[in-house]
Structures are given as structure tokens and as C-alpha cells.
């Protein structure tokens, strides 16, 4: 088996889970009793808490000898959590439950594309087609669980992530390569692998990169939290909405896979200004009601409001960020994307729902806008720092 097709069957295993969770999760909550500005509280808190636990996470994830150890013993923990909403009562338990899954989860796709990314530059492959498997398989995710919801109850989709997280740990384990973490498989002392962070930390051109495309992915925030409710609301099936999210998820698969030779052309600047304004105008276009014909191609959007982004993302990591750092690098991108900035997206995504239904896409408006702008300084900065030290 191929190592692009190993890495791609991980991705699958790790996704198809979030693909039910992302779009439902929201209507889980909602089935239980909880209102949008909570239901916002709990699927912000573990955001919020990246700041600690993807730094905190990232560390000790370096300090074993393969990357996928610390990956397998995550998933493992991520279903002993999901399968502990079932068993709780009330909001603070299941605020901390949800906390402790998805800080664990949020680790996992960072780490694993650090794998991703050096077997696909040392092996030749294209990075997008791995992955676009697993969001093939995100797409799955969406879709069948509209499918199923429309037949059960909502706890149908604890059960689907629950062992989806175990499929992922199975995975990591017997599916991905054995690759060091370091070359030569030298474990670092705890003080140079926080060196690192601090090194990135202090660089601004890497800071201001990672915030843009953060801004331009929280603006995502809404979409992720509250869109299924707010098209229940406007008519839609459960079913219809998970279609809605598979045309979504299958212009990212698009794009992964067929899109490679553009986007290297291109280069990661211009790929984040192009998901920037893809983001702009989706929001502002969905916070319209718009009818269900102009709801599929704005859906397509999403391989740019979160492909491009995404695979910019990446690649400007790559070239910011020391060899040594790349953990460190993966997971600080995903403490501000997925972690603080979304945080504050999706906790105000809960007011903003409450009262004023699909309106609220019009902040998301405004975050990706943010990003955007930041994103058009990237190309200069870079160019400017490049003269400097040609200077020396």
C-alpha cells in the first residue's frame, strides 16, 4: 500500500467523525434542552482553551519517539470523552466534556500533517490528495448523518463519533509510517522544544500570518456552530442540510485533488487573499436567505473561504517556520484558527443566533474581512524582509 493511500485512510478515519459532529453537535444540544447563547458557550470553551492545551499538547507530543504515538493514545482519549456525553447531565458536565474531546481532537490533524507534508515533499506525492480523502470522507460524515437524524434521534450521532474517534486511534496506530519526530530519533529536552515556540512566537511576519488566515477561518464560526439550525428554520430537511454541507466539503475535495499545479503557481499569499474574499462573500450572501438554488454554489465557496486558506496556511508555514518548529508551528496555526479566534467567533455566533438568526453571518462578514486585509501584507513584508537581509 502506497504511502500517500496509508496517509489518506488515516485522514478518512479522523474525519468521518468530525463531518457528523460539526454539523450536529449544535442540534445534540439543542435536542437536550440548551439554548444557542449556551449551546455557543460550550463548542467555544475548547477554543478558548487551545491557547494552553495546543501549545501544552504540541510539547508533549514531541517528547515521543514516533509521531503517531501520541496521536493513537489521543483518539483513545477523545472517545472516552464523547461516549462520557451520554452518561452526563447538565451543562457544566457536558461543557467539560466537550472541552476535554475537542482540545485532544484539535491536536491531532496538525501533528498528522506534519507527516503528511514531509512524506509528500520527500516522496514526490501531492499533499492534497491524502487528505482530500479524508474530507471525501468528512462529506460522508455529513451527509449520511443528515440522513440517519432524519430517521432517529439526535443521540445517533454520539454513537457514529464515538467509535469514529476509535477508528482514528486504530489508525494512527497500525496505519500511519513510523516516522521519528526528530531525525535520528532523538527525543528533546522539554526546555528546546519550548524554545521553539518562543521563536515563532517572536516573529512577526509568522505571527501576522497566522492571525490573518486564523481571522479568515473564525469567520467560519456561525457556519459551523448554527448553519444546520438556521436552514431548519428556513424550511430545510435534516437530510437537505447535510447535502448542503457535502457540496461544501466536496469543492475542498475538488480542489485537494486537482488543483495542485495552480495553486504552487499561485503561491500561499495570493491563495489566502483568494479565501479571504471567497469567505466575504459567502457570509455576506448567506446572511441574506438566499433560496436554495444560490445556496449550492455559494456552498462551492467553500474551496476557497476554507481550502485556499487552509493550503496557504500551510505552505506559509513551511517557509516561515524552522524545520525543527514544524509541530510547534502546525499547532500555534491551529491554537489561533481553531482555537482563540474561533473561539470568540463561535461563543458570539450563540448571541448572535439568539437574536438574530441567519443575520449573524454578517460579523463572520467582518472577521474574514480582518483577515483579508492583514493577508494583503504578507507578500510586502516577506519581500521587504528578503531585501533586508540580502542587505545583511
Known amino acids: 500500500m502506497s504511502i500517500a493511500l496509508r496517509l489518506g485512510l488515516f485522514y478518512a478515519a479522523l474525519l468521518i467523525g468530525t463531518g457528523a459532529s460539526a454539523p450536529y453537535a449544535g442540534v445534540w444540544f439543542r435536542a437536550h434542552g440548551l439554548s444557542g447563547a449556551a449551546i455557543g458557550l460550550i463548542l467555544a470553551a475548547p477554543s478558548f482553551g487551545r491557547a494552553v ?45 466537550w472541552f476535554v474531546s475537542q482540545s485532544l481532537f484539535g491536536v491531532c490533524s496538525p501533528l498528522a500533517d506534519v507527516i503528511a507534508l514531509r512524506r509528500a515533499r520527500s516522496e514526490g506525492f501531492n499533499y492534497g490528495w491524502p487528505r482530500g480523502i479524508g474530507s471525501a470522507a468528512y462529506i460522508l460524515g455529513n451527509v449520511a448523518m443528515g440522513f440517519v437524524l432524519g430517521l432517529t434521534s439526535p443521540d445517533a450521532m454520539l454513537i457514529w463519533i464515538v467509535v469514529a474517534a476509535l477508528a482514528a486511534a486504530l489508525a494512527a496506530r497500525w496505519v500511519l509510517p513510523p516516522d521519528p519526530v526528530h531525525e535520528g530519533g532523538e527525543r528533546l529536552a522539554g526546555r528546546d522544544r519550548l524554545k521553539g515556540l518562543g521563536v515563532l512566537l517572536a516573529d512577526p511576519v509568522f505571527m501576522l500570518a497566522i492571525v490573518s488566515t486564523g481571522l479568515i477561518q473564525a ?40 488543483m495542485d499545479p495552480w495553486r504552487r503557481r499561485i503561491g500561499p499569499e495570493r491563495l489566502v487573499v483568494l479565501g479571504g474574499t471567497g469567505a466575504v462573500v459567502r457570509w455576506t450572501c448567506l446572511a441574506m436567505s438566499p433560496p436554495l438554488w444560490l445556496l449550492i454554489p455559494l456552498q462551492a465557496l467553500h474551496a476557497l473561504s476554507f481550502t485556499a486558506t487552509f493550503m496557504g496556511t500551510l505552505q506559509l ?56 486585509g492583514g493577508a494583503l501584507c504578507l507578500a510586502p513584508l516577506q519581500r521587504a524582509r528578503k531585501a533586508k537581509l540580502a542587505l545583511g
Open 53 to 97: 492545551t495546543g501549545p501544552a499538547l504540541a510539547v508533549w507530543a514531541d517528547g515521543f519517539k514516533l509521531r503517531r504515538t501520541p496521536i493513537a493514545l489521543i483518539g483513545v482519549a477523545v472517545a472516552a470523552a464523547y461516549a462520557g456525553l451520554a452518561l452526563a447531565q447538565g451543562f457544566w458536565a457536558w461543557m467539560a466534556l
Open 219 to 258: 469567520s467560519h464560526g456561525f457556519y459551523y456552530g448554527f448553519s444546520a439550525l438556521t436552514w431548519k428554520a428556513q424550511g430545510l430537511s435534516p437530510a437537505l442540510v447535510g447535502v448542503l454541507w457535502g457540496v461544501g466539503v466536496g469543492a475542498e475535495v475538488g480542489f485537494l485533488w486537482f
Open 317 to 372: 508555514i513551511e517557509r516561515l517556520a524552522p524545520a525543527k518548529s514544524a509541530s510547534g508551528a502546525q499547532t500555534l496555526n491551529a491554537v489561533l484558527s481553531g482555537g482563540i479566534l474561533i473561539g470568540l467567533a463561535t461563543m458570539a455566533s450563540g448571541r448572535l443566533f439568539d437574536a438574530a438568526g441567519q443575520h449573524g453571518y454578517l460579523a463572520m462578514s467582518l472577521i474574514a474581512a480582518a483577515g483579508l
